[in-house]
């Protein structure tokens, strides 16, 4: 999530002609080659299936698992298979060398670590250490300076024997940005505070943590998409970060999607100077050990290089897009590239693409106030009628995104019916075309509020 952004400033439009992306990678057939030598079968643990969907061409050793921190906890760790049946080895014991298990967050929570364990699978994820120092707010700005990227001004609050809150905030700061140290997947850890009143009341409701207070930097909230291996850090897509629309979640902090973009999107250099933030900081991060993707979230206020605002080093929902592109540039996508991270002690040799970024955006719908969910859609390609009503899911294997009709849309729920919170997240929507402007916090458009009224509707939420 960004810890700066506000509605209504938008980046300057490009007055050069289009410029192709710029994405690194292994080439798709040297990378499937690699792994065919090293797997014979991946598991993907998440709440659904739609980061291992995208994973193109299709093979027949990835499935998916539905494991995760965030599902209830009937469904969060499926049993083991059993061992009497045909065909399937005993679940229990030492992990079977050419079985592996990817999960979405292995830091959050033992889910990851528990289920392989019981399905002998070996875990490809980084050291719980350099994991978790990166992950923590605080813990990880050493590490920013270490790789020389600026970040915000900032100030940390003590969780014992603080102060009056006005000692914590300088006088020529307008806002603020309060955030609690631990990781947190959806954002709920992130609140916007205008003065030293508010910040005295927040700092209330969060006693025993010890918590960064940053200066608020309007500007456009980016994502960088990486991987980090043995020999060298892999640097691929750009995306528009949407964080904390109205029209999708009440949390001023929650992720709300993204959509990818091309160097002539961005003014200036910035687009570049993302790509090698990202690479400074993953340059760190394999210095102490760490392996496979990572993302990086930026704020850029047109003024000079982007600031980073957070290190998240593990899978973003983004990836799903990011593969997509990485498959029509003919690169190996970036699950696979995981996979080869935590394997190898060097990556195979990595080339660029000029390939165009596909317009592909996905968009994340949260329960707007507490409530009981009545019905979600299954998983699949839905088209919306000219009235808004929703026809799917259609029969047969989803197509990859690029190949999305306007009027369709991939949808993933991400919920059970039953009770939920609000900010709970209910839906992710993916298309292959731009839903909103390329703006701070900006309006949805047309199609996207459609796709939201709708989803929503069939939730069971009377707005």
């Known amino acids: 999530m960004s810890a700066g952004v506000r509605a209504g400033l938008s980046a300057p439009a490009p007055a050069a002609p289009a410029r192709a992306a710029t994405l690194e990678g292994v080439p798709a057939g040297e990378g499937l080659a690699a792994l065919g030598e090293l797997v014979d079968e991946v598991v993907f643990l998440d709440r ?25 906890a009937h469904s969060a760790l499926p049993a083991a298979r059993s061992a009497e049946t045909p065909g399937q080895p005993s679940r229990t014991g030492a992990a079977e060398p050419r079985r592996m298990a990817v999960a979405f967050a292995p830091e959050h929570g033992d889910h990851a670590r528990v289920w392989a364990r019981r399905n002998r699978c070996r875990l490809l994820a980084a050291p719980a250490g ?55 997947l959806i954002g709920r850890g992130t609140v916007l505070v205008t003065g030293p009143g508010q910040l005295a009341e927040a700092l209330d409701c969060r006693p025993g943590h010890r918590l960064r207070l940053s200066r608020f930097m309007p500007g456009l909230s980016l994502t960088v998409s990486a991987c980090a291996g043995g020999d060298r850090t892999v640097v691929s897509a750009v995306s528009h970060q949407l964080v904390g629309l109205p029209e999708l979640t009440p949390g001023w902090g929650t992720h709300c999607g993204n959509q990818l973009l091309g160097p002539a999107d961005l003014p200036g250099p910035l687009y570049a100077d993302a790509r090698e933030t990202a690479r400074a900081v993953g340059e760190v991060l394999r210095g102490h050990g760490f392996r496979g993707v990572f993302g990086l979230d930026l704020l850029s206020d ?13 899978f973003q929902t ?37 390939q165009p970024t596909p317009p592909l955006s996905q968009l994340v719908v949260h329960a707007p106030r507490p409530g009981r969910v009545t019905a979600l859609p299954r998983p699949g390609r839905y088209r919306l009628g000219a009235d808004g009503a929703l026809h799917g899911p259609s029969a047969g294997a989803p197509p990859s995104l690029p190949e999305l009709a306007a009027d369709a849309a991939l949808l993933w729920p991400h919920a059970d019916p039953g009770p939920v919170q609000a900010g709970d997240e209910l839906v992710l929507v993916q298309t292959a075309e731009r839903l909103c402007p390329l703006a701070a916090r900006p309006a949805l458009g047309p199609r996207a509020r459609a796709w939201t009224r709708r989803i929503h509707t069939l939730a069971g939420d009377p707005a």
């Open 318 to 354: 983004v990836v799903s897009l990011v593969q997509s592109a990485e498959a029509a540039a003919g690169l190996l996508p970036s699950l696979g590239l995981h996979i080869l991270a935590c394997l190898l002690p060097a990556l195979p040799p990595v080339r660029e693409s000029a």
């Open 48 to 72: 659904s299936a739609f980061l291992p969907a995208s994973f193109r061409p299709a093979v027949d050793w990835l499935r998916h698992e539905p494991v995760s921190p965030l599902l209830t």
């Open 302 to 314: 047109g003024e000079g290089p982007p600031l980073v605002v957070e290190i998240n080093p593990r």
């Open 130 to 184: 350099i994991t978790e120092r990166a992950a923590d707010k605080i813990d990880s700005l050493a590490l920013l300076a270490e790789a020389g990227v600026p970040v915000a001004e900032h100030v940390l609050v003590p969780a014992a024997d603080r102060r009056p809150a006005a000692a914590y905030w300088p006088g020529h700061w307008e806002q603020a940005v309060l955030q609690r140290r631990e990781n947190n």
